[in-house]
């Protein structure tokens, strides 16, 4: 069985500051680890993808992601938040030989101005 | 590209009527998933097509839930009869494949607000 655990219901920054968004997994075998943002009344927009080598991945809106396999970690970042990042994320996993992508509850941003 | 198209938006209707979710996926896309999102159980799965195939229906929650994909861009989720607690958000979305054969980057519609009175 696969899992993702997103710790923290909700975190809160000012505009400026470094935005880190936690999640960790469990999966068999190796993990494609994947970030997706969900802005209220939409659907889930892909951010960012890990499948396999660097550690550190960058996708849109100048985020990034470390991928721990010592921690099974896979946590999301941005250097300088923005008013605009405030909304929900996901983080998802799924198995190297497995279709199923299973889904953390989420995280909800607040960047305060 | 137009991404993948769902509708309605908004569906509202009373318990005991028959709804049917539309979904166009991206064109050339060989997987199609259907997702139901709720406060109490986030995202899940509920049922999945590979090139118009389903593949996997063990999320699908009851009967009363149905799904067919009868050519590669069009794909409804049909529930009857409708019940207060299937009220949620569905999402509709498509990916190609990977080198494994198996799904790449899932991309989500934006969603179809169904509330069931």
């Known amino acids: 069985a696969q899992s993702v655990a997103q710790p923290e219901d909700q975190v809160n920054v000012a505009e400026g500051n470094p935005l880190t968004v936690k999640c960790t997994y469990s999966?068999?075998?190796?993990?494609?680890l994947f970030w997706y943002v969900q802005y209220p009344n939409r659907g889930l927009q892909f951010l960012l993808k890990?499948?396999?080598?660097?550690?550190l991945v960058k996708g849109s809106y100048g985020f990034e992601a470390e991928f721990n396999k010592s921690q099974t970690s896979f946590h999301l970042k941005k250097p300088s938040a923005l008013v605009s990042d405030s909304a929900l994320y996901f983080c998802?996993?799924?198995?190297?030989?497995?279709?199923?992508?299973?889904f953390g509850a989420g995280t909800t941003v607040t960047v305060r101005a | 590209d137009a991404g993948v198209i769902q509708s309605p938006r908004h569906e509202v209707t009373e318990m005991g009527q028959e709804v049917t979710l539309r979904c166009k996926p991206i064109?050339?896309?060989?997987?199609l998933f259907w997702y139901r999102q709720t406060m109490m159980r986030g995202l899940e799965l509920l049922i999945y097509?590979?090139?118009?195939?389903?593949?996997?229906d063990s999320g699908m929650p009851e009967d009363r839930f149905s799904a067919k994909m009868p050519n590669a861009s069009f794909s409804t989720l049909k529930i009857q009869p409708s019940e207060p607690r299937d009220s949620a958000v569905y999402f509709c979305?498509?990916?190609?494949?990977?080198?494994?054969?198996?799904?790449?980057?899932?991309?989500f519609g934006p969603g179809t607000r169904l509330t069931v009175l």
């Open positions: 998802a996993v799924r198995a190297s030989n497995d279709y199923k992508l299973s």
């Open positions: 890990y499948i396999t080598g660097d550690n």
């Open positions: 999966v068999s075998g190796n993990p494609y």
């Open positions: 064109s050339g896309h060989d997987y």
């Open positions: 979305a498509s990916s190609l494949w990977d080198r494994e054969g198996l799904p790449d980057t899932q991309y």
């Open positions: 097509f590979n090139n118009n195939v389903p593949i996997d």
